[in-house]
């Protein structure tokens, strides 16, 4: 379903009718911008180094990251960074996605 318009960022509650008479629990989200990536640096990294991650909309201390599937570290974040330390038990030598979402 669309929803309305909301100041952005903001916390609402969220309810759920599927017949139109009862709604579910109310579940409580956050609505932002979408984020735009526009680069990661380095292209090659190895188990432990950082990777910077460029875009837009970036939300400031919550957002997490993942390289192959496994949590990183996140060092720093703000509206137009996020510093993600790799794990330790990333595998080498081969291609990993990365990852960033919110907390």
């Known amino acids: 379903c669309l929803s309305p318009v909301f100041e952005r960022p903001e916390r609402i509650n969220l309810s759920i009718?599927?017949?139109n008479h009862t709604l579910t629990d109310e579940l409580q989200i956050e609505v932002v911008d979408?984020?735009?990536i526009?680069?990661?640096?380095?292209?090659?990294i190895f188990a432990g180094s950082d990777v910077v991650?460029?875009?837009?909309?970036l939300i400031p201390?919550?957002?997490?990251?993942k390289i192959g599937g496994i949590d990183g570290l996140?060092?720093?974040?703000?509206?137009?960074?996020v510093?993600?330390?790799?794990?330790t038990n990333v595998d080498t030598n081969a291609a990993s996605e990365v990852v960033i979402g919110f907390k």
Request: glycine share 6%; aromatic share 2%.
């Open 53 to 57: 991650i460029k875009g837009i909309n």
């Open 61 to 65: 201390g919550k957002m997490n990251c």
């Open 34 to 36: 979408p984020i735009s």
């Open 74 to 81: 996140v060092m720093m974040s703000n509206e137009s960074d």
């Open 17 to 19: 009718s599927l017949n």
């Open 83 to 87: 510093i993600c330390r790799s794990p």
């Open 38 to 44: 526009y680069s990661t640096s380095p292209k090659a």
